[in-house]
């Protein structure tokens, strides 16, 4: 069964002779449990996609589907509901907040939804993502790596259904590269459904299906 399904999504910012069509009539879906790279270049539309698939950003015409629900057709109310519990964001330059812990910052998002922390999934998450022993250490005193390892134990916080990677290992060296590849990868194995934007061949090559988006067209399936 497909967990996401995108119909004829367009995204135009502008009008007339000024429009810029970012999407141009994109359909894909993605089944429960997949690990799906999306590539292309710079100025593709990659990051457009992913904030519309993660409920940032309304399109201008068509619709994605998650578990056969209109994400679109919710309330703004609902729609920030889904953005809080149904995906998971994970950032090429981390996004943590420089004054919290390691915890502080896992945790954030379960606060911010008025919900009580499970502590079992956050030990979980600490043991699985290779955090245990800094639990109080600030970001400014982890590595590159351990940072995005933050930043992916609060993405998977809340067991979001979806987990939607921009460029994730965009900001490492070559090592931290492959131990962040190599946690996805463990995940997908675990049966996270995860969609991951990058402009690496290398990288793509690392997820079980490939779509090439260019020009805001999906227009190569590997």
């Given amino acids: 069964m497909d967990l996401l399904t995108v119909e004829h999504l367009t995204k135009t910012y502008g009008t007339g002779e000024n429009a810029v069509h970012a999407l141009d009539d994109v359909s894909f879906s993605v089944p429960r449990g997949q690990f799906l790279a999306i590539i292309g270049p710079s100025g593709s539309g990659k990051s457009t996609l992913l904030h519309i698939l993660g409920g940032v950003d309304r399109p201008t015409s068509g619709h994605v589907y998650m578990n056969g629900e209109d994400v679109y ?95 994730p290992t965009g900001s490492l060296d070559p090592d931290a590269t492959q131990e962040i590849l190599s946690l996805l990868e463990d995940l997908h194995r675990a049966g996270q459904t995860i969609l991951l934007i990058t402009h690496n061949p290398t990288v793509a090559a690392r997820a079980e299906r490939r779509l090439t988006l260019q020009g805001g067209k999906i227009f190569e399936e590997g």
Avoid: C, W
């Fill in 73 to 167: 057709s919710r309330s703004d109310t609902a729609l920030a509901i889904f953005r809080r519990r149904e995906v998971g964001l994970i950032y090429q330059f981390y996004n943590l907040i420089p004054v919290l812990n390691v915890v502080e910052n896992i945790t954030l998002p379960v606060l911010m939804d008025g919900r009580k922390v499970n502590d079992a999934r956050l030990q979980e998450l600490l043991d699985t993502l290779g955090l245990r022993g800094r639990e109080k250490h600030l970001p400014n005193q982890l590595s590159g790596g351990q940072q995005q390892r933050v930043a992916i134990a609060r993405a998977l916080i809340r067991r979001p259904a979806l987990i939607l990677a921009d460029e």
